[in-house]
């Protein structure tokens, strides 16, 4: 059995037919915004292996990291033990975050986060007596990952999810904010959306322990880029019906979004954050939950006192050391010229797909680049013309989108725009 037939008959991929799992690509190696396949064939990354390796492939500030790590250590358990890769990943992190927002949960995946994430704000609340507050309130079209829980706060239709629907706990949805981002803000609360989640947290804020969503850009959900003045309003309203406010940067944190969180575009900070993705440049599975010394210290002076959760592999010192490199070279600050230089040439060899029969909508955020047909686009299409195009992309649902290493030239970055653009002419 060849390579590839053994993977089609007996390895899952993510949302994928098992049965028909259909073409797949033999990537043999990765390095910068390239993969190169085992028969030479290469293409670039425009999907960053889904937002993750910001820096591109096999950053040699990140490998050394880990190298050097896997010749001292590469675990240890993290209860009773610590160690100075998660420490020095720690003093960067609260370094770089909002002022308060400094009490650090190493987990293993996003999902991981947003359940960790969830849990915290129940448990914060069962603290201060407030029994009845398990519930969670969001945005429709948001995505928070695959686990149970964090499967119940994705919106309940197009989320991935539906078909556990009667397994999942209910949880409490409103429209998603409608003022997109860069839009007019109306301060009257029944156009800007500011109404429906007034309306919830008055009836059932009781039994409400946080809002949760992805502030500015809803990534798997949609590509969705909304106003940020709604995520002032919502921080307020929250306030006032002493719910949390749980934001999952897990996509859109170090810089994507053009500034290094999405949060920095409404200048608001949550009461407990989300990170993942590209926390290791894209090297290797990590997340982090990150809570206010208030939920923490509530959590902290309960009668449980500790917070009921510590994953096998908390803090793994190889991830940590990867995130130390991938945070050094954000610190060197090279991103924020790089990011706005990338929005500005997609922002310009974008615009001529807005005039493409069957193209809904054309928009650019930072690194992110969405082309939005206005009917599904078949990914298919675009895994058959990547080995042609140089440039592997994978739409889902009505979008074609990138949003590729912030080291790609711009020459490269023609070519992903370019290929968009050919798709978006082709999938009409
Ligand atoms: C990818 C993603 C997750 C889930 O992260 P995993 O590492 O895949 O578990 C959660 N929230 C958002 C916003 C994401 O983009």
């Known amino acids: 059995m060849t390579p590839l037939a053994f993977d089609a008959r007996h390895l899952w991929h993510p949302y994928t037919n098992v049965a028909k799992p259909g073409p797949m690509h033999l990537i043999a190696e990765a390095e910068g915004v390239w993969l190169t396949r085992d028969d030479g064939v290469r293409m670039i990354d425009a999907m960053s292996s889904w937002w993750c390796a910001i820096h591109g492939h096999r950053h040699p500030a990140i490998t050394s990291a880990m190298a050097e790590q896997l010749g001292r250590m590469p675990h240890v358990m993290f209860g009773g033990l ?11 992190l609260v370094a770089m975050l909002p002022e308060g927002l400094d009490r650090i949960f190493y987990c293993d995946s ?6 960790v994430a969830l849990k915290m704000a129940v448990q914060y ?8 507050k398990v519930g969670f309130a969001t945005i429709r079209g948001g995505y928070h990952g695959d686990t149970w829980k964090a499967m119940s706060v994705c919106d309940p239709v197009n ?12 949880q409490h949805f409103v429209p998603r904010p409608p003022v997109a981002f ?16 007034a309306q919830l947290l008055a009836e059932q804020g009781e039994k409400i322990a946080a809002l949760i969503l992805e502030p500015v850009v809803q990534g798997a959900g949609g590509m969705y880029f909304y106003h940020p003045e709604w995520l002032r309003g919502a921080r307020a309203l929250c306030d006032a019906h002493d719910v949390l406010v749980i934001f999952d940067e897990i996509a859109t944190g170090f810089g994507r979004t053009g500034e290094m969180f ?6 608001i900070a949550p009461d407990i954050l989300c990170l993942g993705k590209a926390l290791t440049g894209g090297h290797i599975s990590f997340a982090a939950t990150v809570a206010t010394a208030e939920v923490a210290h509530t959590i902290g002076d309960s009668a449980a006192g500790v917070f009921m959760h510590g994953p096998t592999y908390m803090a793994n010192p190889l991830a940590c050391a990867a995130g130390c490199a991938s945070l050094g070279l954000l610190e060197a600050g090279a991103w924020r010229g790089q990011v706005a230089a990338i929005a500005q040439q997609m922002q310009a060899e974008l615009a001529p797909a ?11 955020l930072g690194a992110i680049g969405v082309i939005e047909m206005a009917t599904p686009v078949d990914p298919s299409i675009a895994h058959r013309l990547a080995p042609e195009t140089g440039v ?11 949003m590729p290493p912030y080291t790609i030239t711009p020459e490269e970055l023609r070519r992903v725009t370019s290929a968009m653009v050919a798709l978006a002419g082709g999938a009409a």
Do not use: C
């Not at 629907?165 to 209910?170: D, P």
């Open 392 to 402: 592997w992309l994978r739409p889902f649902a009505r979008n074609i989108y990138a």
């Open 354 to 364: 807005r005039d493409l029969p069957g193209v809904a909508d054309v928009r650019v």
């Open 159 to 170: 989320g991935m999810h539906g078909l556990f629907r009667g397994a999942l706990s209910i």
């Open 82 to 92: 610590t160690h100075t890769p998660a420490i020095e990943l720690g003093r960067k």
């Open 110 to 115: 996003g999902s991981v986060s947003v359940e």
């Open 262 to 267: 999405a949060m920095d575009h409404a200048g």
């Open 182 to 197: 860069g839009a007019p803000w109306p301060e009257d609360p029944a156009q800007n959306g500011l109404a429906a989640l």
């Open 125 to 132: 609340h069962k603290a201060r007596g407030r029994d009845a």
